[in-house]
T-cell receptor, first 112, second 111 residues
Framework: DAEITQSPRHKITETGRQVTLACHQT?????MFWYRQDLGHGLRLIHY???????NKGEVSDGYSVSRSNTEDLPLTLESAASSQTSVYFC???????????FGPGTRLTVL | DAKTTQPPSMDCAEGRAANLPCNHS???????VYWYRQIHSQGPQYIIH???NNETNEMASLIITEDRKSSTLILPHATLRDTAVYYC????????????FGSGTQLTVLP
């Protein structure tokens, strides 16, 4: 069955380190999204992509980057992790212009 | 996209219908109403969406008022597994494809 996966599911890192969170989907969806979720803020959009080689900044993109080299993957990189980036990160994908997004299981990131 | 207003929390007895309201008084004619839910620690899950007609699927029914300024998500026979945060989102299909999540309604289904 088609699915969307995230890895790792849990990660602990130190301030200043570079961290990459993986997102992989097998639906052949053209759109992919990264959100973060914190208590009191709900889900906030970090970056999104409408297709290969396309990336766009979301509401809270500072300190994050993405690249889209194929349809299936949208890795999220924290260039220099900060404690404020401790959060749960969700990846999602969708097809065409539909608002029906499929979400991954999430990655819980702790920056010490 | 139009802003939505939802009650922060609701309770429902198991086996009863859960009716979750959403106010979107500034909705435009080409904006759809989407509902998602998020069970604790999991990724959000799409439930249903509609433009102006009532919609039903295997999970829920969506009732949109005639003036489209509000809607109600109905879970016909709530179970304990329906305990989750429910998000009402208004967006234009065909434009920017991202979703803007509000704070949602925490639905607690009581045994």
């Amino acid at each position: 069955d088609a699915e969307i996966t995230q890895s790792p599911r849990h990660k602990i890192t130190e301030t200043g380190r570079q961290v990459t969170l993986a997102c992989h989907q097998t639906w052949n969806h053209n759109n992919m999204f990264w959100y973060r979720q914190d208590l009191g803020h709900g889900l906030r959009l970090i970056h999104y992509s409408y297709g290969v080689q396309d990336t766009n900044k979301g509401e809270v993109s500072d300190g994050y980057s993405v690249s889209r080299s194929n349809t299936e993957d949208l890795p999220l990189t924290l260039e220099s992790a900060a404690s404020s980036q401790t959060s749960v990160y969700f990846c999602a994908s969708s097809y065409g212009t539909s608002g029906e997004q499929f979400f991954g299981p999430g990655t819980r990131l702790t920056v010490l | 996209d139009a802003k939505t207003t939802q009650p922060p929390s609701m309770d429902c007895a198991e086996g009863r219908a859960a009716n979750l309201p959403c106010n979107h008084s500034t909705i435009s004619g080409n904006e759809y109403v989407y509902w998602y839910r998020q069970i604790h620690s999991q990724g959000p899950q799409y439930i249903i969406h509609g433009l102006k007609n009532n919609e039903t699927n295997e999970m829920a029914s969506l009732i949109i008022t005639e003036d489209r300024k509000s809607s109600t998500l109905i879970l016909p026979h709530a179970t304990l597994r329906d305990t989750a945060v429910y998000y009402c989102i208004v967006r234009v299909d065909g434009s920017a494809r991202q979703l803007t999540f509000g704070s949602g309604t925490q639905l607690t289904v009581l045994p």
